[in-house]
């Protein structure tokens, strides 16, 4: 059983940074890692995801150039460093963990996943 417990959200201006930080229990080097996002009245959509050892990142093009996806197995923790902010950034952020080690895109191939942390970001 893992237990994702994300951080970091808030209200940031257009331009602005946040690191978003999730916190795992169990044994989560096991599983490759991934972020996803959803905005009010829209559907969830794939962040970025990041391999079991950290080697390998796949990111959405929305966000290519501007997060960062990486994570410290030492800490049990995953992070989404996010620059250059957008209004169209706004949503709530979720962390998910996949046993099948993949880099995937699709929410429904995750296993466990977090309660969210909110980001906002005013134009």
């Known amino acids: 059983q893992v237990q994702l417990v994300e951080s970091g959200g808030g209200l940031v201006q257009a331009g602005g940074s946040l690191r978003l930080s999730c916190a795992a229990s169990g044994r989560t080097f096991s599983y490759a890692m991934g972020w996803f996002r959803q905005a009010p009245g829209k559907e969830r959509e794939f962040v970025a995801a990041i391999s079991r050892s950290g080697g390998s990142t796949y990111y959405a093009d929305s966000v290519k150039g501007r997060f960062t996806i990486s994570r410290d197995n030492a800490k049990n923790t995953v992070y989404l460093q996010m620059n250059n902010l957008k209004p169209e950034d706004t949503a709530v952020y979720y962390c998910?963990?996949?046993?099948?080690?993949?880099?995937?895109?699709?929410?429904?191939?995750?296993?466990?996943w977090g309660q969210g942390t909110q980001v906002t970001v005013s134009s």
């Open positions: 998910a963990a996949d046993a099948r080690a993949a880099l995937a895109t699709r929410g429904g191939e995750y296993d466990y």
